[in-house]
């Protein structure tokens, strides 16, 4: 079975940091990515790791730990259009066969 | 152009119609997808088209019924569903089809389906 945990809810004030986990267990591995996903939009890419490290695209970065089969989103200087939920995927075989995670909720406060 | 369109934004249909989804891109992707998602939930993968074959279904019932016509059109037809299968129905692609690639979904706006 292939299974993805992430924080069902993150709050954060504008301007500051913040971390979104995300844990898999999956019978293949060939990358991690993250897309986010607005109240009645559809989701949209940010990230991709498939290499372990850290990525970074303008606020966004993303980490990816193989061996500890974990990798996190990080967002810095929160803006209130960041409230959104954010999903981790694995991309899980040779296939383009994406498994995704349950999401996180990220609530911006001012 | 990185623009996946789908058709209609929103659609109601009883449990006896029969009616179809459309999805369009035209960025020369070669492997197109349908997620279901229901409110609060992750895109959970339906179906899989990779040059223009079905290469995946994730156990989806007969009822719901792919098509791909070409390489740059999918459709999801409708026939008989449940009050359960109301969802957005999400499609996306990407450029290639496999392969050790870091190839990006690009997801169209959805659909939001209800069946009464």
């Known amino acids: 079975g292939q299974s993805l945990e992430q924080p069902s809810e993150v709050t954060a004030v504008e301007g500051a940091i913040v971390q979104i986990n995300c844990t898999y267990q999956?019978?293949?591995?060939?990358?991690l990515s993250w897309y986010q996903q607005h109240d009645g939009g559809a989701p949209t890419f940010l990230s991709y790791?498939?290499?372990?490290g850290l990525e970074e695209t303008g606020r966004f970065s993303s980490f990816l730990s193989r061996s500890d089969s974990y990798g996190y989103l990080l967002l810095q200087e929160l803006q209130m259009k960041d409230s959104a939920s954010y999903f981790c995927?694995?991309?899980?075989?040779?296939?383009?066969?994406?498994?995704f995670g349950p999401g996180t909720r990220l609530s911006v406060l001012p | 152009d990185t623009e996946v369109t789908q058709t209609p934004k929103h659609l109601v249909m009883g449990m006896t119609n029969k009616k179809s989804l459309k999805c369009e891109q035209h960025?020369?992707?070669?492997?197109m997808y349908w997620y279901k998602q229901k409110a609060k939930k992750p895109p959970e993968l339906m179906f899989v088209?990779?040059?223009?074959?079905?290469?995946i279904n994730e156990s989806v019932p007969s009822r719901f019924s792919p098509e791909c016509p070409n390489s740059s059109l999918l459709n999801l037809h409708l026939h008989a569903l449940q009050p359960e299968d109301s969802a957005l129905y999400l499609c996306?692609?990407?450029?290639?089809?496999?392969?050790?690639?870091?190839?990006?979904?690009?997801f169209g706006p959805g659909t939001r389906l209800t069946v009464l």
């Open positions: 996306a692609s990407t450029a290639r089809a496999g392969g050790r690639s870091t190839d990006t979904q690009y």
């Open positions: 999956t019978s293949g591995f060939y990358g």
């Open positions: 790791n498939a290499l372990d």
């Open positions: 995927a694995v991309r899980a075989s040779y296939g383009q066969n994406f498994v």
């Open positions: 960025m020369g992707h070669r492997a």
């Open positions: 088209y990779s040059y223009e074959k079905l290469s």
